[in-house]
């Protein structure tokens, strides 16, 4: 066999192992993808969904995406937590099956799993699908370490990890923004603290200098006041008190013990926070953002932070 022949030969053979290498990979991917899908609870993404309902005995949550955001709908209509609903997709929606525990449901063996009488039932609106997707969970297993769960579509009975269910297990007060006043401080341009008659005005006419221009002129320590604003952007509501009250004055909101005024922009209305009377049951003290009804509780310590004394924002000289 000439040179030339064997050339041909070698890269044919080469070919039919390469042609044969592909068809392996192709037919392995397929198999692995197809081992995912059936090892995971649903097979739509996040951004599939538009609307969500948990219900668990008499109380539904209903909840909603308009295209901007997820916010509740149903038992009030408030803004949701964005970092729970993102933390709720990735343990439920995107979820994994632990074990296969039955192909097809026994009817006369559900009881044992708490399945005949679902704990809590979640269900997901999709674009452009009419029937509903929905999640049933049982009973947590003995260990405590599991739980039983069952989909609408799907005959099996299965086994999940226990913080499957413990993830999806939420109420109105872990769905919603908690947070009690919107605002970046890096992009604050001016800060009031008002106690009665007493203010305390901070500006900042040039970036990163801050001057105190009530009750007097200074140089704002700017650490200080950084401190106090940060702790008032992570500080979250500890309760819902009332969400649309009447009488703001059982709460000591209708003179509040001290306001706090943030504007972000010269052209723009301040962010405002009403802080009112302490609260003994449950412990705390009621605040409420002025342009929003609802009346939340904040831990009983928060106001710590907020100076009494003007001198105490200055540079020391």
Not at 58 to 77: A, F, M, Q, T
Not at 244 to 265: A, C, E, Q, R, T
Not at 308 to 314: F, G, L
Request: aromatic share 10%.
């Amino acid at each position: 066999m000439s040179l030339f022949k064997k050339t041909i030969f070698w890269v044919m053979v080469l070919a039919v192992i390469a042609g044969v290498f592909i068809v392996f990979t192709k037919e392995e991917e397929k198999s692995e993808k197809k081992r995912e899908e059936s090892a995971t609870l649903f097979l739509f993404e996040p951004d599939d969904v538009t609307d969500i309902s948990f219900k668990k005995g008499h109380i539904i949550i209903e909840c909603k995406n308009d295209g901007k955001g997820w916010y509740i709908l149903k038992p009030v209509r408030a803004d949701a937590d964005k970092d729970a609903f993102e933390r709720f997709f990735k343990m439920v929606v995107k979820g994994k099956i632990d074990a296969v525990l039955f192909e097809n449901q026994p009817k006369d063996r559900l009881s044992e799993f708490g399945l005949d009488k679902p704990y809590l039932e979640v269900s997901f609106k999709l674009k452009n699908e009419k029937k509903l997707k929905s999640i049933f969970f049982g009973d947590r297993g003995p260990t405590q370490n599991v739980a039983f769960a069952i989909t609408s579509d799907d005959s099996r009975v299965l086994r999940l990890h226990a913080d499957v269910r413990a993830e999806a297990d939420k109420d109105v007060y872990d769905l919603r923004d908690k947070t009690i006043l919107p605002f970046e401080p890096t992009k604050a341009k001016g800060v009031a603290i008002i106690r009665g008659d007493k203010k305390i005005v901070m500006e900042q006419p040039s970036e990163g200098m801050w001057h105190l221009t009530e009750p007097f002129e200074g140089i704002v320590n700017v650490a200080k006041l950084m401190e106090i604003l940060y702790k008032v952007k992570n500080s979250k509501a500890q309760a819902f008190i009332e969400e649309d009250p009447k009488d703001l004055k059982k709460y000591g909101l209708d003179k509040p013990i001290i306001k706090l005024n943030v504007w972000s922009g010269d052209a723009k209305p301040p962010q405002v926070l009403l802080i009112g009377d302490k609260s003994k049951n449950p412990r705390g003290i009621y605040a409420k953002r002025e342009s929003i009804a609802n009346v939340f509780l904040l831990e009983e310590e928060f106001t710590d932070i907020f100076p009494e004394d003007a001198k105490k924002m200055v540079e020391k000289q």
